[in-house]
């Protein structure tokens, strides 16, 4: 995703901020991704404040990121 959007300060950018997902700790691997995607809209996460990074994802949940996505282009 970050070379995708060919911003090399994407790769830290939210290191050190609070996450808004109470199932994604802000010292996770997985955070930065996590609000680069959440942040454009991409992956918006759950009405009930998480982003359920383990979950599966429906067809219809891939086409929405999908769509998401190309939005964006």
């Known amino acids: 995703m970050m070379r995708f959007w060919n911003d090399p300060k994407?790769?830290?950018?939210?290191?050190?901020?609070?996450?808004?997902?109470a199932d994604v700790n802000n010292t996770s691997p997985i955070f930065n991704a996590?609000?680069?995607?959440?942040?454009?809209n991409i992956i918006p996460g759950f009405d009930d404040g998480?982003?359920?990074?383990?979950?599966?994802?429906?067809?219809?949940?891939?086409?929405n990121i999908i769509r998401n996505l190309k939005a964006k282009l």
Request: aromatic share 12%; glycine share 10%; charged share 15%.
């Open 10 to 21: 994407l790769e830290s950018k939210y290191f050190g901020t609070t996450s808004p997902f």
């Open 34 to 40: 996590v609000m680069v995607v959440s942040t454009r």
């Open 50 to 63: 998480t982003f359920k990074p383990l979950q599966g994802v429906s067809g219809t949940e891939a086409l």
